[in-house]
T-cell receptor, first 117, second 111 residues
Framework: DAGITQSPRHKVTETGTPVTLRCHQTENHRYMYWYRQDPGHGLRLIHYSYGVKDTDKGEVSDGYSVSRSKTEDFLLTLESATSSQTSVYFC????????????????FGAGSRLTVL | SQQGEEDPQALSIQEGENATMNCSYKTSINNLQWYRQNSGRGLVHLILIRSNEREKHSGRLRVTLDTSKKSSSLLITASRAADTASYFCATDRGGSEKLVFGKGTKLTVNP
């Protein structure tokens, strides 16, 4: 997980509270991603960023927002957490396929386990 | 919906045996990748195969790709207890920067 850190690693919160997860990279990679991992669903893309202030939705973006004000930081915010957002959240980074001979290889963080009671 | 679907969902073998996992996908791709996840950790990239390749090797890993059937297989030869992990395929859906992952195969290698 060198070069990419997620915080907090564990968080327990209550329904209706806002939550922000942070992803920090030291690799200067252009692309950053947030995935969630749930039993029976594998990894699903929430949002991703292709540059500072440039973000796009993934397949499960409802209830989540993101921000990227600096190359190194990508924040995932749950405005009002719900029990269905209990999950393990993974951040990933990449240089992107077009910049790397067409192969978009991701490097993942260690994950943030969120429990919403 | 998931782009890649692995099977089997779970696989249990003895040390020294070979492990084969399969991945099917739905749309055209430029690349297909395999990742490994140890329990409680993030995913780690194992190997990538491009759409114009049919087979690729890396150490004890062998990956095949059949674009006509939209399927790939990952073979781990002479498995070890340390290979115990979940394995995921990921596709790029026609060159998109968004990688879509399957649900994974949980491999257990018994000593």
């Amino acid at each position: 997980d060198a070069g990419i850190t997620q915080s907090p690693r564990h968080k327990v919160t209550e329904t209706g509270t806002p939550v922000t997860l942070r992803c920090h990279q030291t690799e200067n990679h252009r692309y950053m991603y947030w995935y969630r991992q749930d039993p029976g669903h594998g990894l699903r893309l929430i949002h991703y960023s292709y540059g500072v202030k440039d973000t796009d939705k993934g397949e499960v973006s409802d209830g989540y927002s993101v921000s990227r004000s600096k190359t190194e930081d990508f924040l995932l915010t749950l405005e009002s957490a719900t029990s269905s957002q209990t999950s393990v959240y993974f951040c990933a980074i990449s240089e992107g396929g077009r910049m790397n001979t067409g192969a978009n290889v991701l490097t993942f963080g260690a994950g943030s386990r969120l429990t919403v009671l | 919906s998931q782009q890649g679907e692995e099977d089997p969902q779970a696989l249990s073998i003895q040390e020294g045996e070979n492990a084969t996992m399969n991945c099917s996908y739905k749309t055209s791709i430029n690349n297909l990748q395999w990742y490994r996840q140890n329990s409680g950790r993030g995913l780690v990239h194992l190997i990538l195969i491009r759409s114009n390749e049919r087979e690729k090797h890396s150490g004890r890993l062998r990956v095949t790709l059949d674009t006509s059937k939209k399927s790939s297989s990952l073979l781990i030869t002479a498995s070890r207890a340390a290979d115990t992990a979940s394995y995921f395929c990921a596709t790029d859906r026609g060159g998109s920067e968004k990688l879509v992952f399957g649900k994974g195969t949980k491999l257990t290698v018994n000593p």
